[in-house]
């Protein structure tokens, strides 16, 4: 029996389980295949590398993401921590100086002494298995032979949707002629003041705003629907047998859906109004500040799958980016993870293969924060059985609770369901109040919020 448990895969699951097994006096061997080879999303030689957006959703308790983060910090979670410490202003939200993030992550790992980082691709898991404890946490982007080698082990056909990520643009390139800094809701003008007082206010107000915000007329917003239809897109291998989770649809996708779909999605006007005009705009393009400095943004809800020189063209269209620099374009890539509900126990352990567990978006949870959980709750039990084999006690291994959303996570991965697919954090996993229903969202919420957090271990 070897005397350290294996990790395989230095993203957000794998280095959150690194942690907390070196945490907890028990050497980590973690296996990273960067810098020797990247993904096709990849491009930081660092642990942890964030490749779509840099939110990590919402903080507030009444957001199901935000109660899964409160439950993680009192969890002592690595991750959150550094997320926290890393934050750039995001409203309600917390996102992340990327990174800033990912460095921090990284010196965290490499200086634990318990913790020896090897840069290598593995694609043999039966045979690091043999001998000892594995968690395999190679995320939605595994490596085409590693991949085939989990299909061997499971027994299982590999299943697969493919992700989207934005682009992002240089605050300095962006016309402020026409953008305007403000939160939804915060910025439209009050009933009482006078168009000249409101813009007093909202210059005043700018440097505590976390969005720049992008107005359009309603020819303008028609005009750009029509270009980004009629864009060309990336073409990848089996394109059109390919299934798109809905949580990261490619706008150009969503543009097809109807002319209206964008409006009334990540486009919607609702909470704003045009400084130039005191009215609402017919839509409104977000961007969110992506660093620490502020000079970078990316754009709210436009994951993409057109060609570069595409979306230089249609998305130079949009108000305000007429002379925009793009930092970095949208790409578009496959993400894979197993039929977990066959597979896996609610401790992430494989049920056929007991000493071998998974762990972050290759288990079918979606999300940064759902990658941490999951990586937190397969190291807390890969802990218990290394401590049973090695030592011979007592094999308890910890069930979370299906009132807190990061044991609901767990069951809904490890629950029998012939449609799985991906799932993100959210209320409706966790069972529902017991006695009178309660007909306020909020007020539901955060009682929900509050039993998790009473029912946390």
């Known amino acids: ?28 061997k973690l296996y990273e295949m960067k810098p020797g080879k ?14 779509c957006s840099n939110s990590f959703k919402s903080n507030a308790l009444t957001n199901a993401c935000g109660l899964l983060k409160e439950e993680l910090r009192k ?3 690595l991750l959150i921590k550094i997320a926290d410490e890393t934050s750039v202003p995001a409203g309600q939200a917390l996102a992340v100086d990327r990174e800033i993030f990912s460095r921090k992550v990284t010196e965290a790992i490499e200086e634990n002494e318990n913790i020896e980082v090897i ?63 403000g939160d939804r809701y915060a910025q439209e003008k009050k009933k009482e003041e ?8 909202l210059e005043e107000e700018k440097e505590e ?26 073409t990848l291998h089996d394109f059109e047998k390919r299934e798109i989770f809905e949580g990261c649809m490619p706008i150009e996708i969503m543009a097809k859906r109807g002319l209206d ?47 570069y020189g595409e979306q230089k063209r249609v998305f130079s269209k949009i108000p305000g980016l007429q002379n925009a620099e793009f930092i970095k374009y949208g790409v578009m890539h496959r993400n894979t993870y197993i039929n977990s509900t066959e597979l896996l126990d609610e401790t992430y352990s494989l049920k056929s293969y007991t000493n071998v567990y998974f762990a972050g978006q290759i288990t ?57 697919q991906p799932m993100n954090a959210n209320f409706g996993i966790l069972p529902p109040l017991e006695g009178n229903k309660i007909k306020d969202k909020k007020e539901r919420y955060m009682k929900l919020a509050q039993r998790s957090l009473e029912n946390l271990l």
Request: charged share 25%.
């Open 364 to 420: 079918g949870v979606e999300g940064y924060v759902e990658s941490i959980s999951s990586g937190m709750v397969a190291a807390l039990n890969a802990v218990r059985d290394f401590k049973y084999q090695q030592e011979k006690h007592d094999m308890h291994k910890i069930s979370f609770s299906d009132y807190t959303v990061i044991g609901s996570l767990a069951k809904y991965i490890s629950t029998p369901n012939a449609k799985f």
């Open 261 to 307: 779909t964008l409006r009334f999605g990540p486009l919607k006007p609702v909470g704003f109004d045009d400084p130039r005009t005191g009215k609402r705009p017919y839509a409104v393009v977000q961007l969110r500040q992506d660093d620490k400095q502020a000079t970078m943004y990316n754009m709210v809800g436009f994951q993409t799958n057109l060609k």
């Open 209 to 234: 705003q976390s969005y720049i915000n992008l107005p359009m007329t309603q020819e303008e917003y028609e005009t750009f629907v029509r270009e980004l239809i009629d864009a060309e897109v990336v």
């Open 38 to 51: 990247f993904s096709p999303a990849h491009s930081n030689e660092n642990l942890a590398e964030i490749v």
């Open 119 to 181: 840069h290598e691709e593995i694609t043999d898991i039966e045979r690091i298995a043999e001998e000892g404890i594995v968690i395999i946490a190679t995320g939605p982007l595994t490596s085409d032979d590693l991949a085939k080698n989990i299909q061997k082990i499971t027994s299982q056909d590999k299943l697969y949707f493919y992700d989207a990520a934005a682009p992002i643009i240089h605050k300095d390139s962006i016309d402020f002629k026409i953008a305007f800094y």
């Open 75 to 77: 969890l002592d979670s």
């Open 1 to 28: 029996m070897k005397d350290y448990i294996t990790i395989v895969g230095g993203g957000l699951a794998g280095t959150e389980a690194a942690y907390q097994i070196a945490k907890r006096g028990i050497k980590v």
């Open 194 to 201: 006078t168009i000249e007082e409101w813009k007093k206010r």
